[in-house]
């Protein structure tokens, strides 16, 4: 009698156990149904959110348009500053004699030397030395930037071969790419607007670039001379026009982004000096501060623009640039770790870390073609340091990466519409065989492949097939950097 109270008890103790484990799996499993909702519906809000169909983009196009012309009409007359840059002639081919540059716009900076050969040779014996900008330099003082610059330079000059130094009396020229916004009192200098891309140097602002590089130049007794100061947008649209005389804009998407343009200088009324012998004057749009209320924005890019630098402006920028890619995806991860517990119970410290995704990273998991998407496996573990991620998780985290990319792809298309349709290259063109070249650099659109596919997806789209095919746009490389080699040289004091 006492056995079976035992046995009884027993098994209705081991069938509670069993029916309260089957609650816990149940619990569990209803629970992590509803993480899992809750994390697809975060990514469906945001795919919503950031779409961006034909008619929208056509919106944006125009929108820029418009803001176009406010710019041209007066100074502040539109959040586009259409900055004047004193280039009212492009190289020809013609150009001749060895030529310097200097490319700070970014994370990294380049010292450039170049031979000009003329039509038959063209450009031979690029010699280029990189080297990053360390962290301190783009948050500190004006000289110490300056005098890093400078001292790049010399050591690459005094290691010059013989043959290279210019005749006695003859000053090696220089052109000067500096990839902000800058307004131009001539083609070789200019007063720095503000900083854009991480950069912050307050006494800089409001100072003449050249001068401030002479002023180093003169310290480390380089005697060189800067024959012309160029944005990074300006010396591509220089370098394309180079090769190909059809290129009538520029385009930058890397770090940051910008557009340049050959505009009839009539059609530019802020514009009372000279009108320039060609007619025309290259227009540094300054396009990443554009906004407008057709742009979709998310919670994301809000917060992303109020924790930034430089909050409130270059919006354009945020949507679009190389810098702000990849956080924009981490802001997104973190809301669906944070509401949908998505990584674990806690949520992973590092994705807190602002901009610790880098739009590289981003990029190669969104081109993860391994069947269990191993590369986001990997980033995600060593990156943010999250371990463990099933087949379904890591495709969300893609699912992100796309809409980040394709939303920026595509607004940069409605960019370069908007620009086609203000020169009138938007449409079929009347004279046969006339073209109209967008010349494009940058590390964003070189390398990230799905955003170049996107980005000439649309643009085919919004052009329709028969413009399409007489509005191209061309991968310009390293032009940036020539091209202000070439302006150097177009604006020699030998001439
Ligand atoms: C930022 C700068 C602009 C530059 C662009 C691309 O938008 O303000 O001058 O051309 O980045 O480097």
Redesign the pocket.
């Known amino acids: 009698m006492v056995m079976r109270k035992v046995v009884v008890g027993t098994a209705i103790a081991c069938a509670a156990a069993v029916c309260a484990t089957a609650a816990l799996v149940v619990r569990h499993r209803m629970k992590s149904r509803g993480k899992w909702a809750r994390a697809l519906a975060i990514l469906k809000e945001f795919e919503e959110k950031c779409e961006t169909p034909i008619g929208k983009l056509r919106q944006v196009a125009d929108a820029m348009t418009v803001e176009m012309h406010a710019g041209l009409a007066s100074e502040g007359g539109s959040k586009l500053k259409m900055l004047i840059s004193y280039v009212d002639n492009l190289p020809t081919g013609d150009e001749k004699g060895h030529f310097y540059a200097l490319d700070l716009?970014?994370t990294n900076f380049r010292v450039i030397r170049v031979h000009l050969g003329g039509k038959d040779k063209g450009v031979t014996n690029p010699d280029v030395e990189e080297v990053s900008i360390p962290h301190h330099l783009m948050v500190g003082s004006s000289h110490e930037l300056f005098d890093f610059i400078a001292e790049t330079l010399a050591k690459f000059i005094h290691s010059e071969p013989e043959e290279l130094h210019p005749p006695p009396g003859r000053q090696r020229e220089l052109g000067f790419t500096f990839?902000?916004?800058v307004r131009q009192t001539s083609i070789a200098s200019g007063t720095l607007i503000k900083w854009?891309?991480g950069f912050n140097i307050e006494d800089a602002v409001g100072e003449d670039v050249v001068e401030e590089l002479n002023k180093s130049l003169e310290k480390v007794g380089l005697d060189m001379r800067v024959s012309a100061l160029v944005?990074?947008?300006i010396g591509t649209l220089a370098g394309g026009r180079y090769y190909n005389q059809d290129v009538v804009a520029a385009v930058?998407l890397?770090?940051?982004?910008?557009a340049a343009y050959v505009e009839r200088a009539q059609a530019i009324p802020k514009w009372h000096g000279l009108l320039p012998k060609s007619g025309e004057m290259v227009i540094?749009m300054?396009w990443?501060n554009f906004r407008s209320l057709h742009l979709p924005l998310t919670e994301y890019d809000q917060s992303l623009d109020a924790d930034s630098l430089n909050p409130g402006e270059?919006i354009f920028?945020k949507l679009i640039?190389g810098m702000y890619l990849g956080d924009i995806a981490r802001r997104v991860l973190l809301r669906i770790a944070e509401e949908a517990e998505f990584f674990g119970d806690t949520v992973p410290p590092k994705l807190k870390i602002p901009f610790i995704l880098r739009t590289p990273d981003m990029s190669a998991m969104h081109h993860d073609t391994s069947s269990d998407l191993k590369v986001v496996a990997n980033k995600l573990r060593d990156i943010l340091e999250i371990s463990n991620t099933s087949l379904k998780m890591r495709k969300i985290v893609v699912g992100v990466c796309d809409i980040v990319a394709t939303r920026g792809a595509r607004l940069a298309a409605a960019g370069i519409f908007g620009i086609l349709k203000k020169i009138g290259r938007d449409t079929v063109r009347v004279v046969e065989k006339e073209k109209s070249v967008v010349a494009l650099d940058?590390a964003l659109f070189e390398h990230y492949i799905e955003f170049r596919t996107s980005l000439e997806g649309a643009l085919k789209e919004l052009l329709g097939e028969d413009a399409a095919k007489s509005n191209v746009i061309e991968q310009a490389n390293d032009g940036s950097g020539i091209g202000a080699a070439m302006l150097a040289a177009s604006h020699s004091q030998y001439l």
Do not use: C
Not at 254 to 258: D, E, F, H, K, P
């Open positions: 716009g970014g990839s902000f916004p854009t891309k944005n990074d947008t930058i890397g770090t940051g982004t910008n540094n300054e990443g270059q920028e640039s940058g």
